[in-house]
T-cell receptor, first 117, second 109 residues
């Protein structure tokens, strides 16, 4: 299957700082990428849909000024958690849609575990 | 509304067969995906069904009945490494995947 990387895999930061997470599709071009958040023992929660060259579409209840998304190229999307607080601590996972094949499949990055102290 | 229904947890024995059922309701339908998620890791793609019937891929098979809003994932010759959560994710008319909480599968020796 297609490969999606995510960096960093783990980050610990102080409350009030900003954290940037990168998501890259390594062997395919992704016009659409998705950002999810997952709390322990809960289902994936879609935060936003990131489209290359245009503004991201945020799900209801997700603050766009707090979770900044930039999809500047067909292989890279970034999520910046601004002024992070302890309640933002979670597992953040990106996925990239591969539309080149017979089916549109979403491939996931390995995830970024964020801990805000 | 959109809804996914899967058992919360299942237990099976190593070497056996297990079937994980999923019923769904979505706004439109563009196929159904099954993903595997090990604890602490991101989901990995297992299978995709868009037409009715059974798709077989090695030890894993997935079945779909669109008229019934029903799918199942069949795992044969279970191995300890198959212990994970299995996520049924239909794709709606906007090509968005709809996620439930998944089924935690526990394999015992």
């Amino acid at each position: 299957g297609a490969v999606v990387s995510q960096h960093p895999s783990r980050v610990i930061c102080k409350s009030g700082t900003s954290v940037k997470i990168e998501c890259r599709s390594l062997d395919f071009q992704a016009t659409t990428m998705f950002w999810y958040r997952q709390f322990p023992k809960q289902s994936l929660m879609l935060m936003a849909t990131s489209n290359e060259g245009s503004k991201a579409t945020y799900e209801q209840g997700v603050e766009k000024d707090k979770f900044l998304i930039n999809h500047a190229s067909l292989t890279l999307s970034t999520l910046t958690v601004t002024s992070a607080h302890p309640e933002d601590s979670s597992f953040y996972i990106c996925s990239a849609r591969d539309s080149a094949g017979a089916i549109e499949t979403q491939y996931f990055g390995p995830g970024t575990r964020l801990l805000v102290l | 509304g959109q809804n996914i229904d899967q058992p919360t947890e299942m237990t099976a024995t190593e070497g056996a067969i297990v079937q994980i059922n999923c019923t769904y309701q979505t706004s439109g339908f563009n196929g159904l995906f099954w993903y595997q998620q090990h604890a602490g890791e991101a989901p990995t793609f297992l299978s995709y069904n868009v037409l009715d019937g059974l798709e077989e891929k090695g030890r894993f098979s997935s079945f779909l009945s669109r008229s019934k809003g029903y799918s199942y994932l069949l795992l044969k010759e279970l191995q300890m490494k198959d212990s994970a959560s299995y996520l049924c994710a239909p794709m709606d008319s906007n090509y968005q995947l709809i996620w439930g909480a998944g089924t935690k599968l526990i394999i015992k020796p």
